[in-house]
């Protein structure tokens, strides 16, 4: 088991991990582009912030290509040299947007990557309906800065990180049917308790963490807010999501479990949130 891997929660989908000096990450997301702006504007990123939140990367994994995952990309591949990995829209994207071609690497459900010590398994993710931002092939003209809906996403995938041991399960969509055991599992927390009923049972998590729980239209120099819980039948919650709600509900679902919230870019050793 390898001694010390390092993980950040970045806030969104966002996450780092950082082995042997070799750091993989996982949707990046910083400028935090205000709601009204993304149904008209064109929206750029925030540069800056960018190269304030991040200083290394080797690999850039990319679940799918909306704004909220793929838009901040191009900067950290420029700043850091790292590659970047993601269906087919995801490369054409980052290639419109600049990315140079040699950093850039298309990947497909079942593919097992090895990246550096980072073993990557891709599997198949069902994206949640949002008006606006359904599947389907990009524009032919890429001209950036794009508009919110021009970043459009033809997949969506699950990743399975094995590092030093340790095994890491991203968010496995809406009606995940296979879905492999894992030490971590990340997931979002507005779903009904028969789907984490169905999915605890079957990856057998020590740890759940939630991810995409945060407002990402508010911009990083406030507080932390939860996001206005996305419509469902029969609804869970009025309002807000609901961390401590969240973490009765799995908790009681799945008793060997515990739920772990990290604070936003503090940097934790895996183990410790593992054996904690
Ligand atoms: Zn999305």
């Not at 919110?148 to 990743?159: G, L, N, P, T, W």
């Not at 169905?198 to 740890?207: D, F, G």
């Not at 961390?243 to 870019?265: A, C, D, G, M």
């Amino acid at each position: 088991m390898t001694a010390s891997i390092q993980f950040r929660w970045l806030g969104v989908v966002g996450t780092e991990l950082t082995a042997n000096d070799q750091t993989l990450i996982i949707d990046p997301y910083f400028t935090r582009i205000p709601i009204l702006r993304t149904f008209f504007c064109k929206i750029q990123p925030d540069h800056e912030l960018i190269a304030e939140k991040i200083k290394h990367g080797d690999f850039v994994l990319i679940t799918h290509p909306h704004f909220d995952h793929l838009m901040d990309v191009p900067d950290v591949v420029h700043n850091t040299g790292a590659t970047a990995l993601g269906s087919a829209n995801s490369c054409q994207l980052l290639a419109a947007l600049g990315v140079d071609e040699q950093r850039i690497r298309k990947i497909e459900v079942g593919e097992k990557l090895s990246l550096s010590d980072f073993e990557v398994e891709v599997f198949r993710s069902k994206h949640m309906w949002v008006p606006g931002f359904t599947p389907g092939l990009l524009s032919p003209d890429l001209k950036p800065p794009l508009k919110a809906h021009s970043y459009r996403m033809d997949e969506d995938f699950s990743f399975l990180i094995s590092i030093g041991g340790y095994r890491l399960l991203t968010d496995p969509g809406e009606n995940p049917a296979e879905v492999p055991s894992a030490d971590i599992l990340f997931v979002f927390p507005y779903r009904h308790d028969v789907y984490y009923e169905s999915l605890l049972q079957q990856v057998q998590p020590n740890v759940v963490s939630p991810t995409h729980w945060d407002d990402f239209f508010r911009p990083l120099s406030k507080p932390l807010r939860p996001l206005i819980q996305p419509p469902k039948w029969p609804p869970i919650s009025l309002g807000r999501i609901n961390l401590t709600s969240f973490r009765n509900r799995i908790e009681r679902i799945y008793p060997p479990t515990k739920v772990f919230v990290p604070e936003i870019f503090q940097t934790y050793n895996l183990s410790e949130i593992i054996q904690a």
